[in-house]
């Protein structure tokens, strides 16, 4: 549970912001003025008109002054502010105090003379402040006149409900659009309500939508905020964030929430943040509901429209957590806890002439979405992610049998059909960056300089060829001062903007048609990736847990007699057939949704990458082989589909694969591919793999990482191990620049050598996928191959220094994983094995004897994975059995490899810390899991993915 609400700030009155600032407007009053007086004349003389006491003038004359001041100051206050600074340096200013002298600039200010000088000196302020004034004044009297005359449906909102007088109004929540117009909302003597300048027959669409699926017993149970729809404007009832009275409030509650992820998911909605819910007790309530049945859009490149795995998933409404692009953007989800410490602006020495605005950190407020408590404390998601889970599915189930209605010409869905709903062509962060730069006082000077703001339109033209037509729209709106707003016909494919002229086709297909499409996708298998992409976003949100490290104690029990390689082979079959249910299809390729890290160690669900080590080239190895084990073609097919997807992405984004190396870079698509053309007999492939290292030889040279994972190292072996199956001059050529690369970047201290890398900037690492061990043997397998004696030198000088960090135990990444492939000794141990060609055989072997003790001694606990788990260290095992030609260690290895097929019964454990995490990518998740299962069944003929110098 959370700590209680901080005091609120009533929505009514000025923010500190703005009461910081209000003095400044001094100079704007004879333009606030006029529209001022002729509103309060319009509420005096609908006050006379009205048969009954409608609104309180006074608090109503105060709300027209608060609206026009925030019209004002919002476009002129850095403008000011600069002035009062050049006035106090030109010590300008009369007093002895300082608020007698931001006294005289107020005068001055407000002065004929200190008017000229503003507008002299910013000559598009003034024009910009009258425009945007005069627009609020006809939207507020086109607001006074509806609210006098709309009594009646006000009373049947409120179900007859005796509200009051109306006692004031707050503009300005939300963004303004359409010449100034704004959500309103109207405080009156008994409660509130919102007015809004848009239709609500999309909102009256959605509530009869709940009742048809209650009327069928969809449950749980929903509800919506009721709603007057009068045509292009309407009024909402205020959804209010009561409590919730115990836990099985709060178990309810999720439960409807993760109905609600089905339910939008099904209706196409996006944009549902934190801001547009309401935990009404044991309810989420969405508000705001303008973006339903929305049509996907993918990124154009070169005529054709990427695949938006996003779009296809419960992640598009945003009621679900995904990954941020910024390190430090937050979390803006339906259940999002809010409380996030942001960098934000605020006045500081206000009534002096020293008044600025200073960065100041600050705790955002606790949003209205999480159900809380009587106390005030919030029941968290984190706790209830089973009841989430459980509602979607209880709902989605509920949705699919009865699928044919939903598809009925006539069914449900149709009450939506002629709706027009809000299309996002751009995010509105975008068009508020764009208006903040405009009321800059850079940007006052002058239209050419005003131009320089507005040529930032044109970015994303190219990949987003449809804004070329809709630039003309967003400019004018920005003119104005306002958000660009676009909307579409729920079964149209044109934008309309908000002067009603419509933009050609800014998409394939209508929403209707996209909402049809996701209701015949839905399906049990359906329900299986959309559950798994759920479960996985919400686990994400356990990253601040404590997570206990995982047992390595010595392995004492008995071991369970080898299990036969069909029953390797069909666990790891039964992986394989869930990877195939969570692939979100795209034609002849395929997508997926996993958990990644970022640089910060945040989890988030996120589309899975290229990569061999969790993305797209891992799985097509790990495809590959069950379908050579199996000898079933589904698993072939989505080997196949994996090469597609990976094809397209990187012809559409060329730098998707950032760095060289072998299990983050281009090295492992190389890999991928020459693995894959020796497999299948396919020499298409092996050409394929040589043409993607062509343009390696200049980013060798800007290398950084330099090691297996994601450096020089991974590609010299990937480089040699290539130019073995397809010997070309250019290839021998490129493994000679990784070779030098890796000599010219090496630390030499005396007798010793080591590499100093991104991954390990000020300490270098000893092991083998990071570090000197592995670093050591790709430069000894060159030297081998090309008789350059000064590389098989520097390799001599790495070990070393390996071998003497490690006696000293000096090595902390060792420490903490000692068996690991990674780290520890299964790694250190194959890089043994690739040197044992070139390095004198007894100390050679010694040293494997000592790596395979410490990996039965330490090791063979915890994860499943291939990278620091059981299976990457059986890797090692497997290997030092077949080049010993050990059987009775072949078959301890089976052994273990039968007491993990008892673990996976009960669930197979990833390489990530937190349990409910399930990766799917080759190093640390299920994929890597099955290829390791397989490497057991038949070791021999499944080459080693951790180790694939070395020739069995």
């Known amino acids: 549970m959370s700590g209680p609400d901080p005091p609120a700030i009533e929505l009514d009155d000025y923010t500190p912001f703005e009461a910081g600032l209000l003095p400044l407007l001094e100079w704007a009053r004879p333009l606030l003025a006029p529209p001022q007086r002729r509103l309060s004349a319009l509420l005096h003389r609908l006050r006379r008109e009205a048969k009954a006491r409608e609104f309180d003038l006074v608090g109503f004359q105060d709300s027209v002054a608060r609206a026009l001041d925030r019209t004002a100051l919002r476009w002129s206050y850095r403008c000011l502010l600069l002035e009062l600074r050049i006035a106090r340096h030109q010590q300008r200013l009369r007093g002895a105090t300082p608020q007698e002298r931001h006294a005289d600039f107020l005068r001055w200010i407000g002065s004929a003379a200190g008017r000229r000088q503003v507008h002299a000196r910013y000559p598009l302020l003034r024009a910009d402040v009258e425009r945007q004034v005069a627009q609020s004044e006809r939207f507020l009297a086109e607001f006074l006149q509806r609210l006098a005359g709309d009594r009646a449906p006000l009373r049947r909102l409120f179900a007859g409900c005796d509200l009051g007088a109306a006692t004031g109004f707050r503009t300005g929540l939300g963004d303004p659009h359409d010449h100034g117009r704004s959500v309103v909302r109207l405080r009156f003597e008994h409660g509130c309500a919102y007015y809004k300048p848009r239709s609500f027959a999309a909102d009256v669409a959605y509530a009869d939508f709940l009742a048809d699926l209650a009327r069928h017993g969809i449950a749980p149970a929903q509800r919506s905020v009721a709603v007057a729809d009068l045509g292009r404007y309407g009024y909402a009832a205020e959804a209010v964030h009561a409590p919730i009275a115990d836990r099985q409030d709060a178990v309810q509650y999720y439960r409807r929430y993760g109905g609600l992820v089905a339910i939008a998911q099904l209706l196409a909605i996006s944009d549902l943040h934190y801001e547009n819910l309401i935990a009404s007790g044991a309810y989420p309530v969405a508000i705001d509901l303008e973006t339903l049945f929305q049509p996907r859009l993918g990124a154009r490149h070169g005529g054709r429209i990427r695949y938006d795995v996003y779009g296809a998933s419960v992640l598009f409404s945003n009621l679900v957590p995904r990954a941020r692009d910024a390190a430090d953007e937050h979390d803006l989800s339906g259940l999002a806890f809010a409380l996030h410490t942001v960098t934000s602006r605020v006045p500081v020495d206000p009534g002096t002439d020293t008044l600025r605005l200073d960065e100041v950190e600050t705790v955002t407020a606790h949003g209205q979405n999480l159900p809380r408590f009587n106390d005030g404390t919030r029941a968290l998601p984190q706790d209830h992610i089973a009841d989430i889970v459980a509602g979607f599915e209880q709902t989605y189930l509920g949705l699919l049998a009865i699928k044919p209605a939903l598809l009925a010409p006539d069914g449900p869905l149709s009450r939506f059909r002629h709706a027009r709903m809000r299309l996002l062509l751009r995010s509105t962060h975008i068009y508020g960056r764009l208006l903040s730069a405009m009321s800059h006082p850079k940007f006052m000077g002058s239209s050419a300089a005003r131009e320089d703001v507005l040529a930032r339109l044109r970015l994303g033209e190219r990949q987003w060829p449809f804004l070329t037509q809709s630039h003309g729209s967003e400019r004018e709106a920005l003119l104005r001062g306002d958000v660009p707003r676009f909307s579409m016909t729920v079964d149209g494919t044109d934008a309309i903007d908000e002067l009603g002229r419509r933009i050609g086709r800014t998409h394939a297909r209508s929403g209707w048609a996209e909402v049809r499409r996701r209701l015949r996708e839905w399906s049990p298998r359906d ?156 020499r298409s492939l092996l050409r394929d793999a040589v043409a993607s290292a062509a343009g390696l030889r200049e980013r060798i040279a800007q290398d950084r990482e330099l090691d297996l994972i994601g450096g020089a190292a991974g590609c010299l072996l990937t480089l040699m191990r290539l130019d073995d199956a397809c010997p070309d001059p250019g290839l021998a050529a490129l493994a000679q620049v990784c070779a030098e690369h890796l000599a010219a970047s090496a630390t030499i201290e005396g007798r010793d050598a080591y590499w100093l890398s991104l991954g390990a900037p000020e300490v270098p ?164 899991i099955a290829y390791g299962l397989l490497r057991l069944a038949d070791p021999r003929r499944t080459p080693s993915v951790l180790n694939p110098g070395w020739a069995q």
């Open 527 to 682: 329900l299986q990736r959309q559950r798994y992409v759920l479960a996985q976003a919400l686990e994400c949100m356990r990253a601040d847990a404590v997570v206990a490290p995982s047992s390595r104690s010595r392995v004492r029990e008995t071991l369970p007699p080898p299990p036969s390689p069909g029953e390797f082979r069909s666990a790891a079959a039964a992986i394989g057939d869930r990877l195939l249910a969570l692939a979100f299809r795209d034609g002849r390729g395929s997508a997926y949704l996993q958990v990644e890290y970022d640089q910060a160690d945040r989890p988030a669900i996120r589309p899975m990458g290229l990569g061999l080590y969790e993305g797209l080239c891992g799985l097509a190895l790990s495809f590959a082989e069950l379908g050579r084990q199996c000898r079933q073609p589904r698993y072939l097919r989505a080997a196949e589909a994996a090469l597609q997807s990976i094809r397209r992405r990187l012809r559409d984004e060329p730098e998707a694969l950032a760095s060289i190396g072998l299990y983050t870079g281009t090295a492992g698509w190389i890999h991928t591919q020459l693995q894959l053309g020796l497999s299948w007999r396919r």
């Open 765 to 928: 690492f000893c092991g083998y996928a990071h570090g000197s061990a592995g670093i050591a043997a790709a430069l000894s397998a060159y030297a081998r191959r090309s008789g350059q004696r000064q590389f098989q030198a520097l390799a001599e000088r790495a070990l070393r220094f390996e071998r003497r960090r490690s006696r000293l135990g000096a090595d902390a990444s060792t420490q903490a994983d000692p068996a690991s492939w990674c780290h520890g000794a299964s790694g250190r141990g194959m890089s043994r094995l690739l040197l044992a060609r070139t390095l004198p055989q007894p100390p050679v072997e010694a040293e494997l004897d000592a790596c395979l003790a410490t990996v039965e001694r330490t090791g063979l606990s915890g994860s499943h994975c291939l990278c620091h788990g059981q299976l990457g260290q059986l890797d090692f095992m497997l290997q030092l059995a077949l080049h010993r030609g050990d059987r009775d260690l072949l078959r301890r290895c089976r052994s273990y490899g039968g007491r993990i097929l008892q673990q996976g019964r009960q669930r197979w454990r990833c390489g990530v810390n937190q349990p409910g995490q399930e990766p799917l990518g080759l190093m640390i998740g299920l994929s890597g």
